[in-house]
């Protein structure tokens, strides 16, 4: 089992940038990606973006594609998400998740086997 624990979360202003940040501890040998996901009140959860945890394959949301950037420490067993140029529309609880298997894609929550407490992010207009 892999723990997660999200920070960096917090207040921010449209047009700024917050970076977050998702460490693991456990058995992160055994998890095969990483992902982000976020969840806005009264909203389901939706993908925002995942990394294979080798680095070698990257997938964005269409709706934040070109801003946010995911990337992963393994040595620090760490993966981050940059967010810049955010928007009120950002607004939401994120969460960091592991998935345990290989798949084709990891756009669905229910491929993702650990999951954190979650971040909340705020954005401003």
């Known amino acids: 089992q892999v723990q997660l624990v999200e920070s960096g979360g917090g207040l921010v202003q449209a047009g700024g940038s917050l970076r977050l940040s998702c460490a693991a501890s456990g058995r992160t040998s055994s998890s095969y990606a990483m992902g982000w996901f976020r969840q806005a009140p009264g909203k389901e959860r939706e993908f925002v973006a995942a990394?294979?945890?080798?680095?070698?394959?990257?997938d964005y949301a269409d709706s934040v594609k070109g801003r946010f950037t995911i990337s992963r420490d393994r040595a620090e067993n760490t993966v981050y998400l940059q967010m810049n140029s955010l928007k009120s529309e950002d607004t939401a609880v994120y969460y960091c998740?592991?998935?345990?298997?290989?798949?084709?894609?990891?756009?669905?929550?229910?491929?993702?086997?650990?999951w954190g407490q979650g971040t909340q992010v705020t954005v401003s207009s």
């Open positions: 998740a592991a998935s345990y298997w290989y798949f084709r894609d990891y756009r669905a929550p229910g491929k993702f086997d650990s």
């Open positions: 990394i294979t945890w080798d680095g070698s394959s990257t």
